[in-house]
């Protein structure tokens, strides 16, 4: 670089290095280069913390959640900050506390419930037993006296005998159902390995009178053989088919049982072309005591019976009808 000095007639040249004059410029960037590489590593290590701070809780969230729906109420989520996750968490404790205290609620009120409900079907059994000798008095004497007077008595003395009669058989038929009822729990643990196609056989064979009487044909397709109690098997089918006998129009009753395995499970039919009932009567008829129609006898207890020995069986009954065009009742038992 050269500068002219008009005063002195002189002239300046200073040579400067290249490298001198970049030199700051080069250590600008050198110091804004290591200034950026701090920076960065402060954000990394900022961002590792605070994203620490979130997804710990978020993680512990989960887990707890986790262990909570395989039914372990008593872990908590251990976090103290006070902003909207430390609040989160409160309110997650709070609610697994209140779970933990209807869950506590419940089992004691199935507890409790199960003693009640064992405590009425000894007493029904109980009721049930002793209510028959007497019964059999009443129904016994009424018959000697109708056998003695007939014919020897006004009419009205002879009615109120044959209503006494007609009162008495009812009663005792109650009662006998009362305490099949009751006795189903008891039975309930002798299961073995059971042919339905036997079953069949002999509840036909038992119902063989009413069968002939309504003029009613049964088939049955080949039936498995499932692992249940003896006694209440015959007692589920017979029930059945005692509906389906029952509740015939003027067509002659035909019945059809058949089963397929399916889904794990055995899924057996009993259907009939009898007078069938409407879709808002499907579950009044498992309901004790429950008869759509006073033009039928019975006590309301035979398909109250039927789901009982289900529900016993872990299996679950329901019926299919339409008015007009019979019934269909469906059940599955285990395989």
């Given at each position: ?44 290590i900022f961002s590792v913390i ?185 007692q589920l089918l017979k029930n059945?088919v005692q509906n389906s006998l ?90």
């Open positions: 670089m050269t500068r002219y000095i008009p005063e002195t007639g002189w002239g300046i040249t200073v040579n400067i290095d290249q490298d001198e004059v970049f030199q700051p410029i080069r250590d600008l960037q050198n110091l804004l280069l290591i200034l950026f590489f701090i920076s960065l590593l402060i954000a990394i605070f994203s620490h701070q979130i997804t710990h809780p978020i993680l512990e969230l989960t887990e707890t959640t986790l262990k909570i729906s395989q039914g372990n109420y008593q872990d908590k989520l251990k976090i103290n900050s006070q902003d909207e996750i430390g609040q989160l968490a409160k309110a997650f404790n709070e609610m697994t506390e209140n779970l933990l205290r209807s869950n506590q609620e419940l089992k004691e009120e199935i507890i409790t419930r199960k003693n009640i409900e064992a405590e009425m079907e000894k007493f029904t059994y109980v009721s049930s037993h002793d209510l028959q000798e007497p019964l059999r008095t009443i129904t016994s004497f009424s018959q000697l006296l109708e056998k003695k007077y007939k014919g020897k008595i006004d009419t009205e003395a002879q009615e109120y005998i044959d209503f006494i009669i007609i009162a008495s058989v009812k009663m005792k038929n109650l009662i006998s159902d009362l305490l099949s009822y009751s006795k189903i729990s008891y039975e309930a643990k002798d299961f073995n390995q059971v042919d339905f196609n036997k079953i069949t056989d002999y509840v036909i064979s038992a119902l063989k009178p009413d069968i002939e009487k309504s003029g009613a044909e049964i088939k049955f397709d080949t039936l498995p053989v499932v692992r249940a109690n003896y006694i209440q098997m015959i059945l029952k509740f015939k129009d003027q067509r002659k009753p035909e019945i059809h049982i058949s089963a397929k395995n399916t889904n794990n499970e055995w899924l057996f039919t009993v259907s009939d072309n009898g007078i069938g009932i409407e879709k808002q009567y499907f579950n009044k008829v498992f309901v004790p005591f429950q008869q759509l129609s006073k033009q039928y006898e019975g006590t309301g207890l035979g398909l109250t019976i039927c789901r009982k020995i289900i529900e016993i069986h872990n299996g679950k009954i329901w019926i299919e009808s339409e008015e007009g065009k019979g019934s269909t009742f469906y059940f599955t038992l285990p395989v």
